[in-house]
């Protein structure tokens, strides 16, 4: 009767064990799917497009520099600022979705908006996201981040280092200063700097954006790939 009673008790441990087991191995199979851990110990993931997506307003602390890429008045009254993977897919339906409607509304005509891109890529995910980013600051030194960034998204499934050196010489630019750039990883730690940016700003993934109306720093994030009504709404309500 003893033996029976530990045969029993042993029996529900290991059941309970197995339960526990496949539980972790659905949450981390989840997360492998959906995001990664990055070297700070947060998720980091693609933002799942959503019409509903929440903006988050507030002082939102977006670091803005000179050398960064800015698409329209450098001046303007208000910047969106990108935090942007090259090949994350809802970081280009973004591009020629939400950000194409925006080249064409009347604040980016008017000079009312801008548009500034920082590198957010997610390279436990995205393999190739790190060089691309690296490959379009070298880019912008010869003045061809915006050309280089539409080559990149119009190729996103095409990212290897031997494209990238094409495509900038398909752009123009000066091959030798380029491949050195990249080849010389030049650019590897603003890549990073603008990373940490990000998550400091309140990313957790990509596309990310925060909207700062740069006279009186107020701001507002809008998060994935979202169509321009979004964007329109966190303009309007910091003009």
Request: charged residues 20%; hydrophobic residues 35%; contains cysteine.
């Amino acid at each position: 009767m003893t033996d029976e009673k530990k045969e029993e008790t042993i029996t529900i441990k290991t059941s309970a064990l197995w339960k526990f087991g496949t539980f972790v191995f659905a949450i981390l199979f989840f997360l492998s799917i959906f995001g990664a851990f990055n070297g700070n110990g947060k998720v980091i993931k693609e933002i799942i497009p959503s019409d509903n997506a929440p903006s988050v307003s507030g002082n939102l602390k977006v670091e803005i520099e000179a050398n960064d890429p800015v698409l329209g008045n450098p001046n303007a009254e208000i910047s969106i600022v990108e935090f942007s993977d090259f090949q994350c897919p809802f970081c280009e339906r973004v591009y020629s979705g939400a950000l194409t409607d925006f080249k064409n509304s009347d604040y980016f005509k008017n000079d009312q908006v801008n548009l500034i891109y920082k590198q957010f890529p997610l390279t436990s995910i995205h393999p190739y996201a790190q060089k691309a980013a690296e490959a379009s600051l070298c880019a912008n030194d010869q003045g061809k981040f915006w050309e280089y960034h539409d080559m990149l998204f119009a190729n996103q499934q095409t990212l290897d280092e031997t494209s990238l050196k094409t495509y900038a010489s398909q752009l123009g630019l000066d091959s030798a200063t380029f491949d050195a750039c990249l080849d010389g990883d030049e650019k590897a730690s603003e890549v990073s700097k603008e990373s940490q940016q990000g998550i400091k700003a309140g990313g957790q993934g990509t596309p990310y954006f925060v909207v700062i109306n740069n006279k009186n720093k107020k701001t507002q994030a809008v998060s994935g790939a979202v169509p321009f009504s979004e964007f329109e709404s966190a303009i309007n309500s910091l003009l």
